[in-house]
């Protein structure tokens, strides 16, 4: 056993045994007190206790700042349960809403999985949405190969512009925290050039591209406003949970995130293994986009992209960057959307509100972490002294 | 030598509080006393009602294995750790220790084995931040002026303008003394101090430490060396398994009875010459090389390994060794000279194709270079032979290969602690820790193993089943480069020594050497 203990799992140096201090504990003099201690070994089981735990306590909290301002306990039982699971409609309101979140997901989780700090989902979306939409108006290509030629190019897209920033973090160390988020920016302007400009709606004139020909529409499931783009998804998972828990690729990626230099010194090429989830990352926000676009609003917009971005770290932060778990929060979070829009339409429930008990749901779930990283023990207090 | 005295160092956090004075009842009686003190750590019993007593004025050595509970131990005493049972006593007083803070007040300094140093700070910014101290500009000049008093004092030189973190393991590590020092304690806990100093160094430390306790300094010496015990100490506790199994005059008992207490076995090492030494397989030529922040420290160096041998390299830390290590590995480039692996030359190559050639690497900092401690034991196994494809192809990574290879790794290298291949390598012990690294790396069956201090903060056993597979390497036909800082095992292991100075080699002798000569040698030139 080591005289020492391991740093939190999150911590970001290598520098292992490092005596941790013990947190502050709450003190009841003479009589016993709480402490905490880094816990050495977690089994599934109860990781998976510890997070239903952390679920249910931010629905209860949610749903007590429901019932104060209003809102009955039936009526919530009603949205929340009974018509997600009766009501085929509201479960396909759903789907729609998890196919591009559990796409952008996958692409936080990806660059995570090495430590390349992607916060330039939004503008990959839109590089990739731009590429699409360029192939769809000038109907390049045969009209039964546009969809996949779409698709290529919106990865393609996507990858490229987050390129330059990993490139730059490789070469010269440049923070890739702020390359991306301020490429962010440098898409959005070049997206309302377009809308603005070139791409303007001829038959509308508002500031959004024609609807795509049918040909470059993702084909309907049948079932509510449900597209391809979920299928889309699916895939993508699971060509995701090959590539990061079963080849190589993935064994690689675990050791560019524990301990690159490691790695190194081993002779793997982790600057490539690097690269190569950046640009795959890339490519994930950039399809993100295009299923967007061609499998929800037919068309591109000045504001698909809106909260993507920062929905697609907060997914794969819950989700462990484990691929499959990405498509399961992912459809966790389109409930929380789709239940807050009816809270907004139907109980008069202001849209802070609702943003407001989804951060106390996500929050519950995030915060039981502590309970899977320490172990809280009552030590009990000493005899009084003779 | 002139020492300060303890409780009246410059710089030292102002005491009002007369009864918190370290210096309070020098003349006689108990500085520190921890009364059946008790930790658990997430259900492992760490320390069971350990009785541990220091006297003022005298050198009190705590020894026992790696994990034997020294460390846990030492950190109650330092405010760490907070213990489930026990009481703890400053000179007489019962105190409770809240905190770090707590204990220095009471004059209690521990110098950690691993350090704690803020490595973008320079000297005197770290030793400035652990004094607490309210005012930046003034304090730093208070407080670098008392570290020249203490390092002078102390027989220590420590370049304080530059970023800790680029200085050398030894030097960092006399920071950390000084900083204690600085501080003013009157109760010195130093965990593993001499595991990185050279002979003189370290003798010189202890020295210090023995003239600072005959001054009214209580000094808690943690250590797994017997003859550091046996030359400096005053009293000597034995801790085995969380407990105190003997407290003594070291005087009073032999090296082997002391061995006896530690392990429960006597194990004397002896030196075993190579029996078939060919050709060369490792050949370096006027190498050059610079460290991180740019200063040239290999300055053509030339060394010639041959295969069936150990080639030690002795000297004090920072002259080189370091980069040299990295060099051959292949994770720094070399600034100029040639190498040549094997008969090729592999000056311009990277680690890949070094390690195709038959390199093998045990690193000095197993957390940069050794092993991934988020990793589970299996995946830093499974590290080394990943390209070999003996663990799956590119689509898919065979996880029951993994698995069967470690399991088989553990039990050929005696790999204690890991419940399972999958847990993870951080919870493994330092002795542990190394042989997987060594699993992993003669899993190949090396023709060039760069060993660099492989037994740095090793107990006894661990050592002594480090030295072992260091020797069956070389006796499978493989050159050794043992490049350490600990005199007493580059002179045990090594069928030839060169002694490196200032980027180079200074001197070469062939085994058995004079360890007076090769001193010589080491001081001459630095």
Redesign the interface.
Known sequence: ???????P?LSPA??????V??LP?AKLAGRG?V?V?????VSGWYQGVVLACGLVVGIGLATAILVVSGVGLSDLFQEFVVSMVTSRSSLAAVLVQAGPLAIVGLAAAVAFRVRFWNIGIEGQMILGAMAATAIAIHDVGPAPARLGLMMLAAALAGAAWVLVPAVLKIRIGLNEVISTLLLNYVAFNGLLQLLYGPWQDPVSSFPNSKQYDLAERLGSLGWGDLTWALPLAGLLTLLCWWLLN???????S??A???P????????PMTRVMLAAALLSGALAGLAGFSICAGVEYRLTQSFFNGYGFSGILIAFLARNNPLATFVTAVLVGVLYVVGQSLQVFYGIPSAMVQLIQAVIVIGVAASDFFLRH?VRW?PG?RP?V | MTVRRPGFAPGRHPVSDEAINPMDGAAMGMALELLGVSKTFDGFQALAKADFAVETGEVHALLGENGAGKSTLMNVAAGLYRPDQGRIRVRGREVELSGPVAARHLGIGMVYQHYKLVKAFNAVENILLAQGAPRYGTGLAEVEAAIRAQSEAVGFAVDLRRPVGSLSVAEQQRVEILKVLVAGAGILILDEPTAVLTDREAEALLTTMQALARQGAAVILVTHKLGEVQRHADRVTVMRGGRIVASADPASLTAAELTTLVVGATANPVHCPATRIEGPVLAVEDLAGTRSDGLQTLHGLNLTIRAGEIYGIAGVGGNGQTELAEILMGVRRAGAGRIALAGDDVTGTGPKLRRARGLAAIPADRQVYGLAGDLSVAENYAVGGLTSGRFGGWLRVDRAAIRAGTEAAIAAFDIRGARSPRQKASLLSGGNAQKLVIAREFAGRPRFVLAHSPARGLDVRATADIHRRLREARDAGAGVLLISEDLDEVMLMSDRIGVMSRGRIVGEFDAPADRQAIGVAMVHHA
């Open positions: 056993m080591p005289e020492t203990l391991p740093i799992l290598p520098e292992l045994p490092v005596p201090p013990e504990a007190r402490t201690e880094i816990r050495q070994h079963v080849s190589r690729f993935g064994f690689l675990r050791v995130e524990a301990n230099r490691l790695g190194e010194g081993q002779g793997l172990r030590v000493r002294d």
